[in-house]
Nanobody, 119 residues
Framework: QVQLVESGGGLVQPGGSLRLSCTAS??????????MGWYRQAPGKQRELVAA???????NYADSVKGRFTISRDNAKNTVYLQMNSLKPEDTAVYYC???????????WGQGTQVTVSS
């Protein structure tokens, strides 16, 4: 069993910042082999990729968050982060952490954390 637990969500005003964390535990034997990603799903919309980081620390971002969000990982802590700055109301969504390991087709999701950007 593998568990991904997100934290750090909440209510923030437009222009504010939040940092999300996702910590892996269980039979994952360390996240260093995994590509890690943050996805989000707003009400009535499909889940979309926000940011991803490979095992080699390459990153990619959705166009809508480039320059505002930063994904990082600390393999020693089995944790991936999403620093979100200059938040906008359209960033409001449930944010999900994902771990993916291609050679075994392993794919895990966290339970999600709510981010609400509102004045």
């Amino acid at each position: 069993q593998v568990q991904l637990v997100e934290s750090g969500g909440g209510l923030v005003q437009p222009g504010g910042s939040l940092r999300l964390s996702c910590t892996a535990s269980g039979s994952i034997f360390g996240i260093y082999r995994y590509a890690m990603g943050w996805y989000r799903q707003a009400p009535g919309k499909q889940r979309e990729l926000v940011a991803a980081i490979t095992s080699g620390f390459s990153t990619n971002y959705a166009d809508s968050v480039k320059g505002r969000f930063t994904i990082s990982r600390d393999n020693a802590k089995n944790t991936v982060y999403l620093q979100m700055n200059s938040l906008k109301p359209e960033d409001t969504a449930v944010y999900y952490c994902n771990a993916h390991y291609g050679p075994s087709s392993s794919n895990y999701w966290g339970q999600g954390t709510q981010v609400t950007v509102s004045s």
